[in-house]
């Protein structure tokens, strides 16, 4: 059995909820499950036929932001709005901070 196929999630795995008053910001386009795996096949397909991936460097930039931000939260028992971690932030370089 293939380890991967243990971690696929889907929408349905994740609650989102913006403070009172604000957009969902971070709520997921599509509800295609996601693993590592899954991801990869798709960006080396395109890959093969030529295309570009799917995804640019400002996806990655805007996961890497959220992902910073989850992790600002928890250490900090603080909501962390989008757009909130400048390079002046000690968050901005480490998701230690």
Same mark, same amino acid.
């Given at each position: 059995?293939?380890?991967? /196929?243990?971690?696929?999630?889907?929408? %349905? !795995?994740?609650? *989102?909820?913006?403070?009172?008053?604000?957009? !969902?910001?971070?709520?997921?386009?599509?509800?295609?499950?996601?693993? /590592?795996?899954? /991801?990869? %096949?798709?960006?080396?397909?395109?890959?093969?036929? =030529?295309?570009?991936?799917?995804?640019? %460097?400002?996806?990655?930039?805007?996961?890497?932001?959220?992902?910073? %931000?989850?992790?600002?939260?928890?250490?900090? =028992?603080?909501?962390?709005?989008?757009?909130?971690?400048?390079?002046?932030?000690? *968050?901005?370089?480490?998701?230690?901070?």
């Amino acid at each position: 059995m293939r380890l991967e /196929h243990l971690y696929q999630y889907s929408n %349905a !795995d994740w609650t *989102f909820a913006p403070a009172p008053g604000q957009d !969902d910001l971070w709520a997921p386009p599509t509800d295609e499950p996601a693993s /590592h795996d899954t /991801h990869l %096949a798709r960006t080396v397909a395109r890959l093969r036929d =030529g295309l570009q991936p799917e995804d640019t %460097a400002e996806d990655a930039r805007r996961t890497v932001e959220f992902l910073t %931000a989850l992790y600002k939260s928890g250490v900090t =028992g603080v909501p962390v709005r989008r757009g909130g971690i400048d390079p002046s932030d000690p *968050f901005y370089r480490s998701m230690w901070g």
